[in-house]
Structures are given as structure tokens and as C-alpha cells.
């Protein structure tokens, strides 16, 4: 856990890679400005949601102490980038207002999540102390869509705040799907910073932090 940021292995970047439909073109430039940012198509390896890094934190740890892991996550311009499943970035969106119109017609203290994406006020039967706390807003890519993503090997011309925190290692991931994330979503709400180093979100943001997580894909479950 001491290292600033995780490496792409070769067999991760031919995963990467496959998102284009000229993959021989992005090794070519990884070739050429091996250290520099460079943008992806989703829809077809990935699809990518996107989330602030205070909120992707607290989503991260529900993932690997509760949940079934991650797929790839990145950081970019002050946005967490968690590779999940073709397909998310429709059926998450969806999920969630499912959920935000069940909880707008729950009884009154049913603790459901009402169409402004908070939590109601009444005490949770997971033991929740029912405060309410907007969800921040999703950013899902797809089909159609395109993300910047770090570099394989960190170097020069990458900014310190593109990294990788799970890098791909294999040349078919797992990824998370829509109901992994929204569980991650509901937890992270519902628990706020319990759980956290300290007690505390602390944004992960540049290898210098020094309370900055760097997971490792042999820890999923």
C-alpha cells in the first residue's frame, strides 16, 4: 500500500485497449507519450460511472469490506472513475429512481429514499441513525460516451491527480454491474464516514496524501 498509484500490467492494457475499435492506434500512442492521459470509448469492454472522490471513497470501502470488490478504478480531474459492466451507465440512472420513487411512496417512517435522492429521517433497521443525506450526482457513461483514463505506467505528463487506484491486471476484469453500485451507493449514504481511517473522509486526490488507499485486485473477495 505504499506505492502512490497501481500499474497496468500487458494483459491490462489489451483489455483497455479492446474498448477501441483500433486498438492497434492506442498502443501506438501509449507507445509514443507512454505517460500522458488518453480517452477511451465505453460501451463495449466497460461502461464507467463517475463520482466525486469524498463519495467514491466511502463507495470504494463498502465494495472491499462488505461487497464483492471492484472492477478497475481511476482518478481524473477530481472524479473517481469506477469501471463496471456494459450496460450500467442505462440501468443504474434507472435503478436509482426506482428506489428514490419507492422511498417518495413509502409510509411515513418507512426509512425509504424520496424523489430528491435523501434518505428519510426514520432510524434504519441496519442500525443507521436515519440522518438525511443527499446522494451526489452519478455521471455514467456508455454506449456512445468517452472518458479520460490515466496512462498504463505513470510518468511524465500525467497530472498527479490521474492515477490508477485499481489498475487492470487481466485481460478480462470483473466488473461491477448496476445492483453492486447502487448497493454501494445505499451504504455509503445510509453509513456515512463510519468505517473510514479516523472516522473521516479524506479526499484521495495526488500521491502525497498520505492517508490515500491504493487497493489491490488480489484482495477481492
Known sequence: MSDPAAYVTPAGA?????????????H???????????????????????????FGRRMLD?????????????L??????????????????????WR?????SAPAGAGGTGTDGRTDGA????????AAETIP????????????????????GCPPTTRWLVAPDVRKPWLPGAEALLWACVR???????????????????PSDQGAKVYHVNRRR
Do not use: K, N
Open 14 to 26: 489489451e483489455w483497455l485497449a479492446s474498448s477501441s475499435a483500433f486498438p492497434r492506434s492506442v
Open 28 to 54: 501506438a500512442l501509449w507507445a509514443v507519450r507512454p505517460g500522458a492521459p488518453s480517452t477511451l470509448p465505453c460501451g463495449t469492454a466497460f461502461d464507467v460511472v463517475s463520482v466525486g472522490t469524498l
Open 62 to 74: 463498502r465494495l472491499w469490506t462488505s461487497g464483492p470488490g471492484t472492477g478497475p478504478v481511476a
Open 76 to 97: 481524473h480531474a477530481g472524479r473517481m472513475l469506477l469501471f463496471a459492466e456494459p450496460g450500467t451507465a442505462q440501468r443504474l440512472p434507472a435503478l436509482l429512481r
Open 100 to 104: 428514490e420513487w419507492r422511498g417518495s
Open 123 to 130: 432510524d434504519g433497521a441496519d442500525g443507521t441513525d436515519g
Open 137 to 156: 450526482p452519478l455521471l455514467c457513461y456508455g454506449l456512445g460516451d468517452a472518458v479520460t483514463i490515466p496512462p498504463p505506467v505513470p510518468g511524465e
Open 188 to 206: 455509503a449514504v445510509r453509513e456515512g464516514g463510519r468505517g473510514l481511517a479516523g472516522g473521516r473522509d479524506q479526499p484521495i486526490s495526488a
